[in-house]
Structure formats: C-alpha cells, structure tokens
C-alpha cells in the first residue's frame, strides 16, 4: 500500500488573508479569528527563535512564544487597513516588538552593557576569521580602540550580568555534561567528611556526659530543653520551688562543662 504524502497547508495570499480579517470584523465569529491565527502562528515561532540567541540564559522559549501569541492576537484586533501595510507586516511588527519588549524585561543588565557585548563579539569574530586564532587582549583592545583595561571592565561586566540557571548544563573538565549546579563548592559543613565525623564524636561524648548526671538533674534537661518548659512549669511538675529547678539546672550544666573540659565545641554549648 502506498503511504498518501500530506501536503503542508496553503500559505493565503494578502488578499485571502484581508478577506478572512474581513470576515472576522463582520461576522466576530471566532472560528475566523482562531484561522487567523493559526494562520500566521509559525511567524511567531519564526521570530522567537531567530531571538532564541538574545535571550537570558534562565528564560523560557514558551514565555517568549506565549507573549507572541498575544501580541498577534492584538494585532488583528487592532489592524487597520487604511494605514496601508497587510496583516502580515503589521502582526510581523507587533510580534517583534513585543519579543523585544519581553527581551529587555527579563534582562536586568544595562543596554550599555549589552552593546560591548555585542561589539566585543564581533570583534573577535573578524579577528579569529582575518588570521585564524583569538586575539589577545591586547589586539582586542586596538581593533577596538581602547585600552585592555576597558576591556577586562567590559568583560567583567559582561560576566556579572549573566544570569544563568543552576540547571543549565555546562562542559565539565572530564569533557562530559553536567548541570551548573555540580560545579559549585559546598559550603555546608555538615557534608564535609572530617566535619561529620567530628561531630558524631562530640556527640558520643556529650551522651556518656549526661547519661552520668543524677535522675533528678537529667529530668530538668528533658524538660526545658526537649519538651521547652518553663522553669515554673518544670517546678510544678516535679514538685519543688522555681528557684529549686534553677539550681539544678544550674548544677547540671556545671558538671557537664567539667565533664567536657577538654572539648572545648561541647564545653561552649554548656556555658
């Protein structure tokens, strides 16, 4: 059986898509408004991905397409063929601007910015094309016409204002693919193998220091520091004064800190 080939939809012409506006603008019959825009839909993904190369490296393609979408959507509610251009080179204009506008909303960094990126580039690009190999700072600097100090300030610039997401993949130096975040330092301790292990001893430590306190002076502990009692409520509790639970509380944490002398993380906690 021969497979039946499906031909790509006709492209209207301006005066099929004027007639369809037309239809649209009599009849507000929106099954017309929904081929208008299915119609010109593929310009929208045409130009957002032209743009795709502008865009911020945290920034999502939908966001650009849904705005896009929008922008053409005004368009043909708002065409107007008495000022002379089609439907298409007016959504055409309007979705640009848009895609423009987003661009420059999402994009904190300054236009100034912007533009010695683009300029730094293209001049790398003519150098590397000219002799076949990067330029210096230095060559950079006098194709430009300044000097390698503006450069760096430009490039560090450059380099600041570029907000990526921590889930964009980068080269790793074993040449594989990795997320950005894998390639950040740790900065908690508490997955620092020497650290952990550290700590698990302070902790063997303080267990065999409590586990020697009196009955009385370990129940204190419990509740004010486990249940979060007052020392009032810790006296009703046990039956004696508030001032009784001060000084047991007071007596506990002086045999502890004379229990953990020597190790002087756990003897600070105590103090």
């Known amino acids: ?9 006709r492209r209207l012409s301006a005066e099929e898509t004027l007639a369809l506006w037309q239809e649209y603008q009599d009849t507000s019959d929106g099954r017309t408004r929904d081929r208008l825009i299915l ?11 032209r743009k795709v ?3 911020p490296a945290n920034a999502e393609v939908e966001d650009f397409l849904s705005c896009g979408l929008e922008a053409l959507i005004m368009s043909i509610d708002r065409y107007d063929p008495e000022k002379g251009a089609t439907l298409e080179q007016y959504a055409w204009t309007r979705i640009h601007g848009a895609i423009l506008d987003e661009l420059r ?8 910015v912007r533009r010695w990126e683009r300029d730094l580039t293209k001049a790398v690009d003519e150098f590397t094309v000219l002799y076949r190999r990067r330029p210096t700072l230095a060559e950079l600097a006098d194709s430009m016409g300044t000097t390698v100090a503006e450069i760096r300030k430009r490039q560090d610039e450059i380099t600041t204002s570029d907000v990526t997401s921590l889930n964009a993949l980068v080269l ?3 040449g594989t693919t990795i997320e950005r975040v894998a390639t950040l330092a740790a900065t908690d301790r508490r997955l620092d193998p020497e650290h952990a292990a550290g700590a698990e001893e302070l902790k063997r430590k303080f267990r065999h220091a409590f586990a020697k306190l009196p009955q ?6 419990v509740l004010l520091y486990v249940k979060n009692l007052t020392l009032a409520e810790i006296g009703e509790i046990l039956g004696v ?4 639970v001060c000084q047991i509380h007071s007596a506990l944490k002086r045999t502890l800190r004379e229990q953990l002398a020597s190790s002087r993380e756990l ?5």
């Open 216 to 221: 009385r002076e370990r129940e204190v502990a």
């Open 53 to 55: 190369r502008e865009m």
């Open 172 to 174: 790793s130096d074993e």
């Open 267 to 271: 003897a600070e906690l105590v103090a």
């Open 1 to 9: 059986m021969t497979a039946q080939r499906t031909s790509a939809p």
């Open 241 to 244: 004064s508030e001032s009784r």
């Open 105 to 112: 909303r999402q994009d904190w960094a300054p236009r100034s």
């Open 39 to 49: 119609t010109f839909a593929p310009m929208v993904k045409y130009i957002v991905y």
